[in-house]
């Protein structure tokens, strides 16, 4: 079954640019799905940050004003998050999720990776 | 955009007991409502998809029911795995997750 496998660095520097890549395995990024990324603060709740389709359309939670990015490569079967100009406000959780196009419902989800926001 | 709004924020019920959690949108969301649980230290698990389908896997004792902007999941008889923070999510538009319900054992 696919499999969703978050990679980067686990520690930013304040006004840095944080930047996660998603391995997707067991199955094709190019099937009728949206890739998403959800971040989760320590000890609070789940916040959607964006999601990227195959052919390369975005959608953005419009809370993070412009700082987020995301693309696809469907080369190499993933897909990726920057953040930019990021705050102790951004320490999280950062997980890497596959969306239903009908329905919207997120499954699977990547195990999760701390990123914390220090200088 | 739509907000989701779960209560109780937290409950600590006894095994074997039968346990509601409720989830209101801010407007219409028809059944695009999904259920997740998110064990200490874990991802979120799809529990509930589409307000009332039970995802593979899943035991039998998780529920969900309702449409439009009122949405329940129950336990019909909770167990000591059960211990978790569930949370609501709605797939109508934009993804919105509620503030979560935790759930404690007795």
């Known amino acids: 079954q696919v499999q969703l496998q978050e990679s980067g660095p686990g520690l930013v520097k304040p006004s840095g640019t944080l930047s996660l890549t998603c391995a997707v395995s067991g199955g094709s990024i190019s099937t009728n799905n949206w890739w998403n990324w959800v971040r989760q603060p320590p000890g609070k709740g789940l916040e959607w940050i964006g999601e990227i389709y195959h052919s390369g359309s975005t959608n953005y939670n419009p809370s993070l004003k412009g700082r987020v990015t995301t693309s696809v490569d469907k080369s190499k079967n993933r897909f990726s998050l920057k953040l930019t100009s990021v705050t102790a406000a951004d320490t999280a959780v950062y997980y890497c999720a596959r969306k239903a196009y009908e329905g919207g419902w997120f499954d699977p989800w990547g195990q999760g990776t701390l990123v914390t926001v220090s200088s | 955009d739509i907000q989701m709004t779960q209560s109780p924020s937290s409950l600590s019920a006894s095994v074997g007991d039968r346990v509601t959690i409720t989830c209101r949108a801010s407007q219409t969301i028809s059944s695009y409502l999904n259920w997740y649980q998110q064990k200490p230290g874990k991802a979120p698990k799809l529990l509930i998809y589409?307000?009332?389908s039970l995802q593979s896997g899943v035991p039998s004792r998780f529920s969900g029911s309702g449409s439009g902007t009122d949405f329940t999941l129950t336990i019909s008889s909770l167990q000591p795995e059960d211990l978790a923070t569930y949370y609501c999510q709605q797939g109508y538009s934009t993804p919105a997750f509620g503030q979560g319900t935790k759930v404690e054992i007795k």
């Open positions: 589409a307000a009332s």
